[in-house]
């Protein structure tokens, strides 16, 4: 879902969750899809005039996303949730790079099967990893 469904329904997840049993949480936001919209009373946080408008609604999306992680993440922390979870954050694909993004230096974007459209953003958090603190740029 694209935000205030799927926040509800995690944070209530989350604060309902019996803690003695494992708990799976899948989030999947469709926000920084098309349609992009938002509320513009969001979008004119986004001032500059060096920003074209419809970047600045995608930034003002991915603005409202990762705000709505934060909340996600904060329950899990007032639940005292995080000493035991790993986070995953993943893209499914490339930036569309004909209209809202920038895959440079990579060729191609979101539907060509360049780097640009394969390749996406990752990361991996929780306390109980063994080894942290390292970069792998291998993983395709």
């Known amino acids: 879902s694209s935000g205030i469904n799927a926040e509800y329904g995690s944070l209530k997840l989350i604060k309902n969750h019996d803690q003695i049993r494992p708990m799976f949480l899948y989030l999947s936001y469709t926000a920084p899809h098309i349609p992009l919209e938002v509320p513009m009373e969001d979008v004119d946080k986004y001032t500059t005039d060096s920003i074209p408008d419809n970047r600045k609604v995608y930034a003002t999306i991915i603005s409202?996303?990762?705000?709505?992680?934060?909340k996600v993440v904060d329950a899990l922390k007032e639940r005292g949730m995080m000493d035991n979870t790993i986070?995953?954050?993943t893209s499914d694909n490339g930036a569309?790079?004909?209209s809202l993004g920038s895959n440079f230096p990579l060729r191609g974007g979101k539907g060509t099967f360049l780097e640009g459209g394969v390749r996406g953003v990752a990361f991996v958090n929780s306390p109980l990893l063994q080894k942290t603190g390292y970069t792998n740029t291998h993983l395709h």
């Open 64 to 70: 409202i996303m990762d705000d709505g992680i934060g």
């Open 87 to 89: 986070l995953v954050f």
């Open 96 to 98: 569309r790079y004909t």
